[in-house]
Every structure is written in structure tokens, then in C-alpha cells.
């Protein structure tokens, strides 16, 4: 247990579908991140969020859509999604953006697309 | 950001330390290195991190050379639930804190 809770662990959603992914974290962190993880594909940043605002954000379409309402709560909105997306979404936090700083990350929220 | 290069794979005999190593010869001075690992279809781990020192806590130990060009992480007793991959991470100040991942290393622990 890392102190950061993804839910839900599993989903399955239609490409007209609209849902969400949450990530919370009790841990005072500041920062807070999102990651997706395709088959055999190295994790890839989407988000990256600091004190709320949002700091990063790489090149990610814009069905995938971020939200982070306060330092513990992070949210990833999906619409329209393609086939393509199934992956595993993994959020993370760290204290803060400093280099000397681990960041913990969640068990992962497993998307399949149909 | 620094580039690591890592074996792709590796296998350790149960109780036996495992020691993986990764290069990173572009690194700069400010620049941290850590180690996470994944178990399958589990979120990363954190393992270890350093800068110039050798590292040391319970569940590791990170060995990093005097040119900072390469370091080891070594389990000392490893047990078939290291059974994992093991990420190199080269991390930048002032890059939004962001851990930027490779391929990583397959240890196949085996009893």
C-alpha cells in the first residue's frame, strides 16, 4: 500500500462512452501526475499537476481530459476513446517537483476500450 | 534527459544478491538517479535514489561510480517475489519532477 488509491482497478467502456478515473492520495503530497502504460510500451507522462495547476501536459489528446480540484484528489475524464487507449492509467504523487523527491504511484486503473 | 541503457533481462538464483546495472554516461552533475521496479500489472514501486553517494536502505543498496557514468542496484538476498522489472531513471531538476521511463530490466528470480 503506497497511500495512493486509483479506482476503479478495472474498467471496460465503449468508444461513446463517457467516464472518469480518480486518484486520491493522504500522503500531504503537492504533486500529483498521470500515467498510461500500453502493452509492452515503457509508461508514458500525460499530466503533471502542482498545487492544483497543471504543469505538464504531453501532447495528450484532447479526449483525455485532467482535473485536480484539490492537492489530494486528481481526476482523468475520458470521451470518445478509440480502441488504441486500452492501457493501464497509473497516477502518481511526490511531495513536490524537486528532483530529490520519490513519487509513490497507485495499483493503476486497467482501461479496455471496445 | 540522460539516457539509461540497461540489460534487458537478467536471472538470480533465490537467496543469491542480484545486482543489476545500469549505464548513464551523459548525466550531469545535478542530476539524481532512482530505481523503481513493477511487478506485473502493478503500479512502480519506488526502490532507491542518489545523487553521488552510495545508498543504502531496506530494501536495497545503490552503487554509483566516482564519474557518476554507471551504478548497480544490488538486492542483497533476493526472493522469488523480486520477480519484477527494474526501472533506471536519470531525474532532472526543474523538469516538473516527472521520472521519464525505459524498457527496464526483467529479473527472473528462480528457485
Known amino acids: 500500500e503506497t497511500g495512493v488509491t486509483q479506482t476503479p482497478r478495472h474498467l471496460v467502456m465503449g468508444m461513446t462512452n463517457k467516464k472518469s478515473l480518480k486518484c486520491e492520495q493522504h500522503l500531504g503530497h503537492n504533486a500529483m501526475y498521470w500515467y498510461k502504460q500500453s502493452a509492452k510500451k515503457p509508461l508514458e507522462l500525460m499530466f503533471v499537476y502542482s498545487l492544483e495547476e497543471r504543469v505538464e501536459n504531453n501532447s495528450v489528446p484532447s479526449r483525455f481530459s485532467p482535473e485536480c480540484p484539490n492537492s489530494s484528489h486528481l481526476f482523468l475524464h475520458l470521451h470518445t476513446l478509440q480502441p488504441e487507449d486500452s492501457a493501464l492509467y497509473l497516477c502518481a504523487s511526490s511531495q513536490d517537483l524537486t528532483v530529490d523527491t520519490e513519487a509513490f504511484f497507485g495499483q493503476g486503473t486497467r482501461l479496455t476500450v471496445v | 534527459d540522460a539516457k539509461t541503457t540497461q540489460p534487458p533481462s537478467m536471472d538470480c538464483a533465490e537467496g543469491r544478491a542480484a545486482n543489476l546495472p545500469c549505464n548513464h554516461s551523459t548525466i550531469s552533475g545535478n542530476e539524481y538517479v532512482y530505481w523503481y521496479r513493477q511487478i506485473h500489472s502493478q503500479g512502480p514501486q519506488y526502490i532507491i535514489h542518489?545523487?553521488?553517494n552510495n545508498e543504502t536502505n531496506e530494501m536495497a543498496s545503490l552503487i554509483i561510480t566516482e564519474d557518476r557514468k554507471s551504478s548497480t542496484l544490488i538486492l542483497p538476498h533476493a526472493t522469488l517475489r523480486d520477480t519484477a522489472v527494474y526501472y533506471c531513471i536519470v531525474r532532472v531538476p526543474g523538469n516538473t519532477g516527472k521520472l521519464i521511463f525505459g524498457q527496464g530490466t526483467t529479473l527472473q528470480v528462480k528457485p
Open positions: 542518489g545523487l553521488k
